[in-house]
């Protein structure tokens, strides 16, 4: 949240307003802010100003607006997480998508940034704006560039995908590298350091690996994802110049080259589903590599 922000709740309507003493929000919860605020939901990101009521239904998370003006930014686009939209009666799914909400008086103003939103048995695509009323949902139109870029999303941090900290074995279990003292190592060349992707991860539109390792004796890594079929294969190799140091690096995803393709040829595509990553090492006798984290994000 923005310094100075300060997030209310509440259990019922009856009740008064008290600050947010803990980072765990409960279905049926009432939350209140008057700057952005972001929530995780389930795997979705939900970026939020105004006054929100959460829930569960039939296997969606419920995000009911409150208050007029109430404004929010959803990306659950290649999740898990359905999301339910609403404003008393009125009712808006999302399954797969990028949207920005904003409640009036009796209606709700959609733009469908990605994928799609259902409502009154009509669907919304991606790049179309309605508004949607008692009457059904109106007659689309473009997005305007303001509207594909709102400013409830300036300064937003980046929705997370993937995370290994590696204090504990990943969920898809490593088979190559070890654990040790909270990262994962590897050493000698052409050692593997690689764990199973659980649950699959989906390779959505601006999603980056971001990790920090370091390196020794270390020519070069090579870094790659696997598809579920594990035919599908994509990575690049890094020259290692620093030696000993903790180093950040960054990958778009989409840039990565399928291992068989050569120079200029096919990247990853979108909303392919992966289930392994793999890094592996290059450089002298007694090389090593070691991974203090591990993420995927979108941006």
């Known amino acids: 949240m923005p310094r100075g922000a300060r997030l209310q709740v509440r259990d019922s309507d009856s ?13 049926g919860t009432f939350l209140r802010i008057s700057d952005p605020a972001d929530l995780t939901l389930g795997d979705a990101l939900v970026r939020f100003e105004g006054t929100l009521r959460l829930g569960w239904s039939e296997g969606a998370v419920c995000v009911d607006f409150i208050e007029r003006k109430t404004r929010a930014w959803c ?8 999301l339910r939209l609403g404003l008393r009666e009125l009712l808006a799914y999302m399954d797969d998508g990028v949207a920005c909400v904003e409640a009036g008086s009796s209606s709700l103003e959609i733009a469908c940034i990605e994928g799609s939103v259902r409502a009154a048995g009509a669907a919304l695509e991606a790049g179309r704006f309605a508004t949607l009323s008692a009457k059904g949902l109106a007659k689309p139109r473009d997005l305007t560039a ?10 937003m941090a980046p ?3 993937l995370r290994e900290d590696f204090t504990e074995e990943p969920a898809g279990k490593l088979y190559g590298g070890a654990l040790q003292d909270g990262l994962v190592r590897v050493e000698g060349p052409g050692a593997l350091l690689a ?14 690996l971001r990790l920090r390792y370091r390196v020794m004796d270390c020519s070069s890594i090579y870094v790659q994802f696997l598809g579920e079929d594990v035919r599908r294969q994509f990575g690049s190799e890094f020259t290692q110049r ?12 989409d840039s990565l080259p399928y291992d068989a393709a050569g120079a200029g040829g096919e990247k990853m595509p979108p909303n392919l589903k992966l289930g392994k990553f793999q890094c592996y090492l290059r450089g002298e006798r007694n090389c090593t590599l070691e991974i203090d984290w591990l993420e995927v994000v979108r941006e």
């Open 15 to 27: 009740e008064s307003w008290r600050e947010a003493e803990s980072a765990a929000l409960f279905a």
């Open 75 to 82: 990306d659950n686009l290649g999740g898990r997480t359905p």
């Open 146 to 155: 303001a509207e594909r870029q709102p400013r409830l999303i300036a300064g």
């Open 242 to 253: 620093k030696q000993g140091q903790w180093l950040e690096l960054e990958i778009r995803l």
């Open 159 to 161: 929705r997370r995908l």
């Open 195 to 208: 764990f199973d992707i659980s649950p699959t991860l989906i390779a959505v539109k601006g999603a980056k």
